[in-house]
């Protein structure tokens, strides 16, 4: 078993936030004021599955990618609590967001 399993379920659980937030902010009525939500949505996702995915394997890589996840997930946790009122979505997202970065501050 993988010594950072705990870290690479918070970096799994954040991406999938992250996607279901995006898909969802692309049918609310006013997606064009939820553009920099998709957006850091998109790259906060794709940050946390490499991260998870070198660190699975136990790349020495791995490590140093929990710093910019750390800045793109607090980046994704900003944007999602402007909509986090309207949004249950974005609501979940900020959350798994800080979570994470809870867990890859810990792991550091």
């Known amino acids: 078993m993988n010594n950072n399993q ?10 999938e936030a992250c996607n279901n937030c995006s898909t969802a902010c692309l049918g609310e009525d006013h997606v064009q004021m939820m553009t920099a939500c998709i957006k850091s949505d998109m790259d906060c996702a794709t940050i946390c599955i490499a991260t998870a995915t070198l660190l699975s394997r136990n790349s020495m ?3 140093h990618l929990m710093q910019e996840c750390i800045e793109v ?4 946790a900003d944007e999602c609590e402007k909509h986090a009122d309207m949004h249950q979505h974005c ?18």
Not at 6 to 15: E, F, K, M, P, V
Not at 73 to 76: G, K, P, Q, V, W
Not at 100 to 105: D, H, I, N, Q, S
């Open 6 to 15: 705990a870290l690479i379920q918070a970096l799994n659980n954040c991406a």
């Open 61 to 63: 890589h791995g490590k």
């Open 91 to 108: 609501k979940e997202c900020a959350a798994a967001c800080r979570e994470c970065v809870e867990a890859c501050k810990k792991a550091m």
């Open 73 to 76: 997930c607090n980046a994704c």
